[in-house]
């Protein structure tokens, strides 16, 4: 019963900024770490950033700079602050978080969320 719910996508003209945050809820074992990934028509599916539950960070060479991930463990939820939002950054996005043990991972996805940057 684990979900994970994205909501803030939508249209922006270039330049602009846009936070996208996922809920994530149904876990028995606290989220090791979580990210964004994201896929626009046509192309496969790319990294945008992750986060670990210790706040180390990494992020795709395309977006350094310019978004920022972030998560509250607490309420397991993970954010990403887009600026200076670009056409090529049109894509579904998708909220990501992984649960380790010794034994086994487990992936787990977001619905996914539109984001539209215009020109």
């Known amino acids: 019963q684990v979900q994970l719910v994205e909501s803030g996508g939508g249209l922006v003209q270039a330049g602009g900024s846009l936070r996208l945050s996922c809920a994530a809820s149904g876990s028995r074992f606290s989220f090791n770490a979580m990210g964004w990934y994201r896929q626009a028509p046509g192309k496969q599916r790319e990294l945008v950033a992750t986060i670990t539950s210790g706040g180390s960070t990494q992020y795709a060479d395309s977006v350094k700079g310019r978004f920022t991930i972030s998560r509250d463990n607490v309420k397991d939820m993970v954010y990403l602050q887009m600026n200076v939002l670009k056409p090529e950054d049109t894509a579904v996005y998708y909220c990501?978080?992984?649960?380790?043990?010794?034994?086994?991972?487990?992936?787990?996805w977001g619905q996914g969320t539109q984001v539209t940057v215009s020109s």
């Open positions: 990501n978080a992984v649960v380790l043990s010794s034994f086994l991972s487990r992936t787990y």
